[in-house]
């Protein structure tokens, strides 16, 4: 992991986390292909060490609600974040970015399941990458055209 300096800059400094047992610790969902590995224990050992490791993630919030849902169009730009063939940034720790669009209604359930259809490109190792709408610039919305950076993202699902 990154270090990350008190104004929220990323450091060049590299935190080694150790996960005892990681195999055994993966969170299967029962039914989807999506999976959680916690991480917390890890985490509060560094910053009890003074090390403050850079990291994002999902929360609740990054969920869309229906009036969110409502809101897209049929056709959104859509990023995901994954390792595909097992590749990554090894010198700055980061996955491989992908753009693609939605390519289904994100707000209608598709085949009667509560799911959506992407149209990206996507190679082993890409399994449950998160699927995000990330509106940064200029987009357009329900509401009309908006600029700037949107805070947050949407996690639309894996």
């Not at 959680?36 to 609740?60: D, H, Q």
């Not at 959104?76 to 974040?81: C, L, M």
């Not at 209608?108 to 399994?127: E, H, K, L, M, R």
Request: hydrophobic share 40%; net charge negative; aromatic share 8%.
């Amino acid at each position: 992991m990154h270090e990350q300096g008190q104004d929220g800059e990323i450091l060049d400094t590299r935190l080694r986390v150790e996960l005892p047992e990681c195999g055994r610790r993966w969170i299967r969902h029962p039914s989807e292909d999506l999976v959680a590995l916690p991480v917390l224990p890890e985490l509060e050992a560094l910053r009890r060490r003074g090390k403050n490791p850079y990291r994002r993630s999902f929360s609740i919030g990054n969920v869309p609600s229906d009036a969110n849902l409502q809101s897209l169009f049929t056709v959104e730009d859509v990023t995901i974040a994954g390792y595909p063939f097992g590749a990554w940034d090894e010198f700055n720790n980061f996955p491989i970015l992908h753009l693609g669009v939605t390519a289904s209604a994100p707000v209608a359930d598709y085949n009667w399941q509560s799911a959506g259809i992407v149209d990206i490109a996507t190679f082993p190792g890409c399994s449950c990458s998160p699927v995000m709408v990330l509106n940064d610039g200029v987009w357009i919305d329900a509401q009309g055209l908006k600029a700037g950076p949107q805070a947050g993202c949407s996690f639309s699902g894996c």
